[in-house]
């Protein structure tokens, strides 16, 4: 892994960044002696129990993490508490949740009543295609946008085992 981080920050080698930002226990493991090459903060996100993907040496890859890293974001109390528990600093963590519920959110065009050049909605998604990444949701705003007349688009890139069934929600939708 942490080869395949060199290759991929060989083009990145005179950016200036202000933090380093990375998910999944794993990637941030492999990508932590950058942290003191770049000189920023270094934090790494948890969505749920991937940090078993290092098996019996979880323990020691995940305590060098949480001692050099500056900040771990959990996506909810239980990830949280599981941080915890295997030795992060509870002041480290921040819990900022994966779902927002739509109950009290209500679209506000910005610049002027549009988005975007010409007043067009225009969003790229990447990721695996698996109905848990909650593609459906991101589709069914689209359609719920230009339903009340705003032109939106979502371009939606990847691939995965559920690719048949995203795509039959695009149809539908």
């Known amino acids: 892994l942490r080869f395949r981080a060199l290759h991929a920050l060989r083009d990145f080698s005179r950016e200036r960044f202000d933090i380093l930002h990375c998910h999944y226990a794993s990637i941030g493991w492999a990508f932590l002696p950058y942290r003191d090459v770049f000189r920023v903060p270094f934090v790494t996100s948890f969505h749920g129990d991937h940090y078993k993907s290092f098996g019996k040496s979880a323990s020691t890859h ?3 993490l949480f001692q050099r890293g500056d900040a771990f974001i959990a996506n909810g109390r239980f990830i949280a508490g599981e941080l915890q528990r295997l030795g992060c600093p509870q002041e480290k963590i921040s819990i900022i949740p994966a779902v927002v519920s739509d109950e009290s959110v209500e679209f506000h065009p910005r610049n002027g009543g549009t988005l975007g050049r010409d007043g067009h909605i225009n969003i ?5 295609l698996r109905v848990s990444k909650g593609l459906h949701v991101a589709m069914e705003a ?3 946008l230009r339903a009340a007349g705003h032109r939106a688009t979502l371009t939606i890139i990847g691939d995965g085992i559920e690719r048949h069934v995203i795509e039959s929600d695009a149809v539908r939708l």
Request: glycine letters at 0%; hydrophobic letters at 65%; a positive charge.
């Open 62 to 64: 995940l305590r060098v």
């Open 142 to 144: 689209v359609a719920r």
């Open 124 to 128: 790229l998604c990447v990721a695996r």
